[in-house]
């Protein structure tokens, strides 16, 4: 079949994907319909490296994605050919004491779509866990079905805040995972959330299209302190950090009312600098999250349902023979893009 490869750094071919995908009674096998470019794939096409995780061989593109069904293992019962279906892209060992603990996404060895040597869905078809590939409901499309796993990012953030009705919420980022996490906080409870970022355009797309309860500030153009102030005197109940920028990990306290939460989303690209002191002087509770789980199933019921809608954030469309100008595109972080979809 065609896949997406990345050989190397900076190098991104059409390929016939030969590697034979083992399937077993618990597998399912897809017919890939549309995938998400996340920055994670950009980050492996542009700096060859996330981290510790480093391309050293060939591997396809792709983790965010929807599909059908075409064949289903003979133990598979919630599902059957012909399915619309999306897909959770880690996949843990069942047996490490994180998965055991209820813990999956922290198993060290969790084998996650396009992450070094792990292949992505950047392809025609994939074989798949059917424990971790969830039925879409008739009036969730595929491009939403393909967005469930950045939303999920979001439902696990707003899940690990705790919020309670009518908190006040301030979001650094307005990319795809701080908007989803905007969203998710307001559908869990918040009464107003700021959502801020130095993209005009992007903030803009916001707010056409979402609720006037999300409050755009371009932080380039207007004061985020006078912002805060107006809406809570003593600070904001909760940050999420999404932007991954030094800068905002090093005075995002502020902002925060005492004994107010910050959630950590982004990932800078070096360690940064934190005031450990100001945090202590007002008690902030600092939580982290990785990725998440057990969070498709929220994910799909609150597209369907109409609680949030996801598909004002897709913003271009890319034919899948037109892969490799839809990765240089995103590449170039359009002011205009948020969300860029391959139609396979």
């Given at each position: ?84 279906v999306c897909m959770e892209p880690g996949i843990p060992s069942p047996g490490s004491p994180s998965t055991l603990a209820g813990l999956y996404n922290l198993d060290p060895a969790v ?73 998710s906080a307001l559908a869990s409870g918040c009464s107003k959330v700021i959502l801020t970022d130095i993209k005009e355009r992007k903030l803009q797309i916001v707010k056409a299209n ?135």
């Amino acid at each position: 079949m065609q896949a997406l490869v990345l050989k190397e750094r900076d190098k991104i071919v059409f390929e016939d994907f030969a590697e034979q995908e083992s399937f077993t009674p618990d597998d399912v096998r897809i017919a890939i319909k549309d995938v998400g470019i996340c920055g994670s794939d950009l980050h492996y096409y542009k700096h060859g490296r996330i981290g510790d995780y480093v391309v050293e061989r060939p591997m396809v593109l792709g983790h965010e994605a929807s599909g059908v069904l075409l064949e289903v293992g003979s133990r598979v019962k919630h599902l059957k050919a012909g399915d619309r279906v999306c897909m959770e892209p880690g996949i843990p060992s069942p047996g490490s004491p994180s998965t055991l603990a209820g813990l999956y996404n922290l198993d060290p060895a969790v084998r996650f779509w396009a992450t070094p040597p792990v292949h992505g869905c950047m392809r025609e078809t994939v074989v798949h866990p059917a424990a971790f590939t969830f039925k879409l409901p008739e009036n969730v499309s595929y491009e939403e079905g393909a967005l469930v796993e950045p939303l999920a990012i979001g439902v696990y953030s707003a899940n690990t805040a705790t919020i309670q009705p009518g908190d006040t919420a301030l979001v650094f980022g307005a990319g795809t995972i701080g908007i989803v996490t905007a969203l998710s906080a307001l559908a869990s409870g918040c009464s107003k959330v700021i959502l801020t970022d130095i993209k005009e355009r992007k903030l803009q797309i916001v707010k056409a299209n979402f609720s006037d309860n999300i409050i755009c500030v371009n932080s380039a153009k207007e004061s985020l302190d006078d912002v805060v102030s107006s809406l809570a005197s003593e600070g904001v109940d909760i940050v999420f950090e999404a932007s991954g920028s030094p800068a905002v990990i090093g005075s995002f306290v502020r902002y925060l009312r005492p004994n107010g939460r910050a959630v950590m989303i982004g990932m800078p690209p070096a360690p940064a600098p934190f005031d450990l002191v100001a945090a202590q002087w007002k008690e902030i509770k600092i939580l982290n999250i990785f990725r998440y789980r057990n969070m498709y199933p929220r994910a799909i019921k609150m597209i369907s349902s109409g609680t949030l809608k996801v598909r004002p954030l897709i913003t271009h469309y890319f034919d899948f023979v037109d892969a490799i100008k839809a990765m240089d595109f995103a590449a170039t972080m359009p002011a205009d893009a948020i969300k860029v979809m391959v139609r396979m």
